[in-house]
Antibody
Framework: QVLLVESGGDVVQPGRSLRLTCTASGITITSYAMNWVRQAPGKGLEWVATISYDGNIKSYAESVKGRFTISRDNSKNTLYLQLNSLSADDSAVYYC???????????WGQGALVTVSS | EIVLTQSPGTLSLSPGERATLSCRASQSLSDTYLAWYQHKPGQAPRLLIYSASSRATGIPDRFSGSGSGTDFTLTISRLEPEDFAVYYCHQYGNSPYSFGPGTQVDVK
């Protein structure tokens, strides 16, 4: 069974940090770029960040640049998203997705809920 | 940055009817790096169409995509009960990658 499973979602206070983890099973992610995409309550999908297969190239949405860091550990088939300086606008379900060779994503996780509230 | 707009915002139709969803890009998409996703509450987005017109594996042939340049269309030929959902277009060719705001297809 193909699975991407996000973990680490939580309720945190504004200004605090959180790390999300995406673990893959049944598929390999080591040869693929990976994405984080989020959906705020009542809003649409928003691309957050992408990391190349080897971790050398990273790109971010302007809304998170300088606060979020995407990383990966291919030995563990795992993707991470470090979220710093969180604000209420970062409250969302965060999805990881494998970016296939041509750039679209077939495989997605079920999402991790991050709520930023005092 | 490429901005995607979708119309209409909401489409109210009955099962068996035809749905036509539009997506317009603020600049031409090179090599038609345009996908369509279906998204239901509590579920992961589901890839329907990639490269503007190629159906993803396992997607029924009632779903079809067309278009190039800046104008793209997703057509659902005959709506089934399970097709009522939100549909997003997504450009994945130029970073920052972007999604359209979505079209909600609901039951009339």
């Amino acid at each position: 069974q193909v699975l991407l499973v996000e973990s680490g979602g939580d309720v945190v206070q504004p200004g605090r940090s959180l790390r999300l983890t995406c673990t893959a099973s049944g598929i390999t992610i080591t040869s693929y770029a990976m994405n984080w995409v989020r959906q705020a309550p009542g809003k649409g999908l928003e691309w957050v960040a992408t990391i190349s297969y080897d971790g050398n190239i990273k790109s971010y949405a302007e809304s998170v640049k300088g606060r979020f860091t995407i990383s990966r550990d291919n030995s563990k088939n795992t993707l991470y998203l470090q979220l710093n300086s969180l604000s209420a606008d970062d409250s969302a379900v965060y999805y990881c997705a494998r970016r296939d060779s041509w750039g679209y994503s077939v495989y997605w996780g079920q999402g991790a809920l991050v709520t930023v509230s005092s | 940055e490429i901005v995607l707009t979708q119309s209409p915002g909401t489409l109210s139709l009955s099962p068996g009817e035809r749905a036509t969803l539009s997506c317009r890009a603020s600049q031409s998409l090179s090599d038609t790096y345009l996908a369509w996703y279906q998204h239901k509450p509590g579920q992961a987005p589901r890839l329907l169409i990639y490269s503007a017109s190629s159906r993803a594996t396992g997607i029924p042939d009632r779903f079809s995509g067309s278009g190039s340049g800046t104008d793209f269309t997703l057509t659902i030929s005959r709506l089934e009960p399970e097709d009522f959902a939100v549909y997003y277009c997504h450009q994945y060719g130029n970073s920052p990658y972007s999604f359209g705001p979505g079209t909600q297809v609901d039951v009339k």
